[in-house]
């Protein structure tokens, strides 16, 4: 562990810059959102669209806005534990929200049959397979913890604001493939059964924990800051970290629905209609 602080040398014009792109692609994201929300109640006044995901997607864009923009935005450039509050906020709870909302389920409501049919040909191939199966989303989220903060990469992102854009888009699309896997709405090629998603859950916390523990006791951590901010941020990951799992945890038992018996299943596919996603 050092304890030099990182130098961020950003400009007023360039760090305007910086925090007007993200705000107006989150601004997009939840109009297109809102967009295609009023075009599925219109389309099936009956089915609709629930105003509680539509709220779930406007809750996640709001707090990717709160992490993106000043002053999270600056205090994440020169402290660590800013940093880390940035990541909480990116990989964790703004996630959970945005899957939540159902996304694809919105899509596939609203796109052409033709369009709709690609997209689930898409949602259920061999790669869609591999990287919905859950040990592949626990090593992207939560095993990439451990090469970021225990290796020279964290640091090296510091002074390249691609990198370190890379990082974020990292942290959001990990965490995002995580709490779908775990505990989303939308269709999955291959969901496993409950108890193995909390099984991967009880591994993420896990992770969650001991890497918060090395970084909070400086075992290891390649980190370029004070000490007292490493320690800081390691308190953040090991807290935030186990609410936003038991958030996850609670969408997760939230969403559950008991497999019927085959008898059941046999009698619901005889009565079954023509299924509206």
């Given amino acids: 562990m050092h304890h030099d602080t990182p130098a961020h040398a950003d400009g007023t ?15 997009a994201a939840a109009a297109g959102y809102l967009l295609l929300a009023r075009r599925a109640r219109h389309r099936n006044a009956a089915l609709g669209w629930s105003r509680r995901r539509t709220a779930g997607f406007l809750t996640g864009t709001a ?29 964790m709870y703004a996630p959970l929200a945005l899957v939540l909302a159902a996304p694809v389920t919105l899509l596939l409501r609203t796109l052409p049959a033709a369009r709709a049919r690609q997209l689930t040909a898409v ?14 989303a626990l090593l992207l989220s939560s095993g ?22 890379l990082l974020h ?25 409950v108890p193995v998603r909390l099984v991967c859950l009880g591994v993420a916390v896990t992770a969650h924990a001991v890497i918060s523990q090395l970084m909070y006791g400086g075992f290891w951590v390649d980190v370029h800051a004070p000490a007292d ?12 970290g186990d609410i936003a799992e038991l958030l996850l945890a609670a969408a997760l038992v939230t969403t559950w629905r008991p497999e019927r018996g085959r008898g059941d299943r046999r009698g619901a596919a005889a009565r079954q209609a023509p299924v509206v996603v």
């Fill in 63 to 91: 707090l990717l806005g709160v992490a993106l923009l000043p002053p999270v935005a600056v205090f994440a450039h020169e402290d660590f534990r800013g940093h880390m509050a940035q990541h909480m906020l990116i990989g």
């Fill in 144 to 165: 990439s913890l451990a090469v970021l903060y225990f290796t020279p990469l964290y640091n090296a992102t510091l002074g390249h604001p691609a990198a370190h854009w």
């Fill in 169 to 193: 888009a990292h942290f959001l699309l990990s965490g995002c493939l995580f709490a779908y896997v775990i505990a989303g709405p939308d269709p999955a090629p291959a969901r496993p059964a």
């Fill in 13 to 27: 014009e360039s760090g305007l810059a910086e925090w007007l792109l993200p705000g107006l692609v989150l601004l």
């Fill in 123 to 136: 949602l259920h191939s061999p790669p869609a397979r591999v990287v919905a199966h859950p040990a592949v």
């Fill in 229 to 240: 901010q490493v320690r800081g941020g390691a308190e953040i990951m090991y807290y935030g």
